[in-house]
């Protein structure tokens, strides 16, 4: 679960990595995110963290860096730490979706949701926040499921 969910977060977080060296931060936040999961991958666990850090100094709430996080303490076995950041992860993840939903933006809110639960499975407040959806939507077997 732990790289599949920071992947996933990662994924829906990021856009399409431009080339690092402009100026652009969105860029630079996602070459960071790619080298601190990079990093961890390779059993770097430090340089994971720093990469990670570095994004949230740009962006503080970014959810792949404090899934990003979360992942490397769970390596290095700092499981306290490890929990709070997943716990972090996933408040923004699903704030972000309650945000979505307010703007009536069905798709953006199910991308949040299904982020936290890539984060936590079973949050119940995401599943409940995608069964809203697709019930608005008029998918009521998939509503009820």
Known sequence: MGMLYLTCAAMICCT?????SNNNPVSKTHSLIKQGQSQLKHGDYSGGVASFRM???????NVA??????????LQQELGLADVYERR?????YDSGLTALAAKDSSKAAIAFQTTLNIVPRH???LIGLRQIAFAEGENEQALD
């Open 16 to 20: 399409q990595i431009n080339d690092a």
């Open 55 to 61: 994004v949230l100094h740009q962006d503080s709430v």
């Open 65 to 74: 860096a404090i899934a990003g996080l979360s992942q490397a303490y769970k």
């Open 89 to 93: 992860a996933a408040y923004f993840s």
């Open 124 to 126: 119940p407040l995401a």
